[in-house]
């Protein structure tokens, strides 16, 4: 129970901090997130999302992730990727998102991007994962689901690691809308718009 008042103390006091630095100017917002060390956060339509720090299990769930992704998407000259900056619309040059987990396969986005692994990577993912966490639940089934939609991502799965038995929300792209297929994140899920790559969760939760 304490664990849990713990929680939610951090997402009211979170919450309320992206309440309050969302009125002042832009500059100023910046220049004070990146003032704070290791504080991750996001910029979507100029609003700052604060992400909370992922948990042992959060990190110990994408690490698996990774391993898996990253083998099957090899062969494809594809890169697969963990908490890395991306701007999605070049119009919007303010605005970037840092997805748990990602994977390249546009060869012009990697070029660009190993030439100078400074700047954000820009374009679109063929394929996304965010982990749920207890204040992030809405920021990614609602707020960066619309964003992919938008900017058009091929596929995009957020996993709820939080619920007893851990659930995986698939989206696929169809025109103007995604699809959405709800599964028990168990047994081997193949990811549909990349040949030949699944995820085995018995592996991921073991």
Known sequence: MEQITNQFNQHMVIEGLARYINTASFSR?????????NLRYEVIDERFYIMPSPNPRHQN???QLYIQLDHHVAPY???TFLTLDIRLFPNQPHDYVCPD???????DMLRHYLEDDTKPLEGVPGFII???SPSNTQHDLITKRDLYLKAQVPEYWVIDILSELPVLHRFILAPGVYQETILEAKDVIPVET???CAIDFEKVFQ
């Open 77 to 79: 000259n594809c890169k």
């Open 29 to 37: 917002i910046q220049a004070l997130l990146d003032a704070v060390p």
């Open 130 to 132: 965010e982990i749920l």
């Open 194 to 196: 990349i040949p030949g």
């Open 101 to 107: 987990i990602l994977v390249i396969c546009n060869q």
């Open 61 to 63: 769930v994408f690490g």
